[in-house]
């Protein structure tokens, strides 16, 4: 095992690593901008470096610095978290030609599914089901007017590089498609700097069911169940839960051997996130996967018992892994509300301020992950997201009721401040979610609805 680490992010993850390191006796380094100086987790680390003033380019996005201060303070490894540069290959690259371990997936596997084009194409040999569409990019509108028409609409056109729920345009009709493809790519080029894009078929009444795997880099793998992600706004997803509810056990069980089937393909290794859309006839269709830890892992870490920071950290030092198939146990059921400083009543606009009260809930099967306190100033520079809560509970319905108990308890307040801690209480209460039997469109339909009688459940 490593005896120091360098967390390459900020924010709740970067705390959730660094206790993860303390319990294995790993000693720590948190790099921070000039805005996070005194974040929590450069309190709780071992050391800190500044790396950069504040703009993400010149701080957690340039892997020149994190690298630099990790050769200063004697890192052995890195931990990229989620977002920045965790599911960058040349970062990846660039972490290996110093020496250095990068906690997660090979480099060429990165790039590999990095690609959602190529993606595509690796699951389909492996046996994956996919939506109809194209699996090589479109280079001209004439090919992917070509492709729309013959799986008929609607459709999506996505890019190719793309990620974190940008880059993708639904199209409802052929007259608006010539628009959409450019629009499409002039965000691809703007955003990723690659304006490749394919289409697919776009399923209006999808779920959005993803598998945690986590594999060793001696070939081995294990499934850890599914997450129902599809509380979502704009791509961005709000509420989860595992396992997903309401489809049959052997359709849980398809996709996640399916899921394991296609990283092993590949040859992945680490902790990575299968991601499938399931229609109403419980058919599954491969989506992507995420080469990384995901915001909503302590979902499954509450319905398996397993702690995936520290497998990620352990499979990074070469050991094989420490849990088979057989030994996989999934208890009861998680839910994780993602507690965002954002007014949702302002099309989810980030309200940044000062925090002059934080009080996160407690109570039993309740778990709370930020890094939120009194007088913690949330700035404008990095994304929204300030704390996630997570209950367990061994049945559905009291595991939806201790959520709602656990955010009336949440205390937040500061001038300005907004969460979406009110419009999340909307989701957990209306009929749709609470029967399981939503979709993608869930969130669309309660700001369209804004509430109206019909669309909450009666709790007695």
Excluded at 73 to 97: N, R
């Amino acid at each position: 095992m490593f005896e120091k680490l360098l967390i390459a992010n900020r924010g709740e993850i970067a705390l959730r690593v660094a206790r993860a390191c303390r319990e294995l006796g790993i000693r720590t380094v948190a790099v921070h901008s000039t805005a996070d100086r005194d974040s929590a987790v450069v309190r709780y680390a071992d050391e800190s470096v500044c790396i950069g003033p504040a703009a993400s380019r010149h701080s957690y996005l340039n892997a020149a610095a994190i690298v630099e201060a990790a050769r200063q303070t004697g890192a052995e490894a890195v931990h990229p978290g989620y977002g920045f540069l965790s599911e960058d290959p040349d970062f990846a690259e660039i972490c290996a030609d110093n020496g250095l371990t990068f906690v997660g997936p090979r480099p060429e596997v990165m790039a590999a599914l990095g690609d959602k084009s190529r993606a595509r194409a690796l699951m389909r040999e492996a046996g994956l089901p996919l939506l109809p569409g194209s699996v090589e990019t479109l280079a001209t509108v004439g090919e992917a007017r070509a492709v729309a028409d013959e799986i008929g609409y609607p459709v999506i056109i996505k890019v190719a590089a793309g990620g974190g729920g940008r880059g993708m345009t639904v199209v409802w009709s052929p007259a608006d498609f010539a628009r959409a493809y450019a629009h499409t790519r002039t965000v691809a080029r703007a955003v990723f700097s690659d304006d490749r894009v394919y289409v697919e078929r776009y399923l209006p009444q999808a779920r959005h069911v993803e598998v945690q795997v986590l594999c060793d880099g001696h070939g081995g793998g294990v499934h850890l169940g599914t997450r129902d992600c599809s509380v979502q706004r704009r791509h961005q997803k709000l509420v989860e839960e595992g396992p997903a509810p309401a489809l049959s056990a052997a359709t849980l069980e398809a996709i996640a051997a399916a899921a394991l089937r296609g990283a092993l393909s590949v040859g992945y290794s680490g902790a990575g996130t299968v991601e499938f859309l399931v229609d109403e006839a419980e058919r599954f269709h491969f989506m992507e996967i995420n080469c990384r830890i995901q915001v909503e892992h302590p979902v499954t870490e509450m319905i398996s018992g397993v702690d995936l920071v520290h497998e990620q950290l352990y499979v990074a030092s070469g050991v094989p892994l420490r849990i088979s198939q057989d030994e996989v146990q999934l208890r009861g059921v998680a839910i994780e509300c993602r507690v965002n400083v954002e007014d949702p009543d302002r099309d989810f606009l980030p309200t940044p301020g000062r925090l002059d009260r934080f009080q996160p809930p407690g109570g039993p099967f309740t778990r709370v992950d930020t890094h939120g306190l009194p007088g913690y100033v949330v700035g404008p520079h990095y994304d929204s997201l300030l704390a996630k809560v997570i209950v367990w509970a061994p049945e559905r319905a009291l595991a939806l009721d201790r959520m709602e108990r656990a955010l009336d308890e949440f205390d937040i307040t500061g001038a300005g401040v907004h969460t979406t801690i009110p419009f999340i209480r909307r989701v957990l209460d209306d009929a749709r979610f609470r029967k399981g039997s939503y979709s993608t469109d869930l969130v669309d339909r309660l700001l369209r609805d804004g509430g109206a009688p019909g669309t909450s459940a009666v709790h007695t």
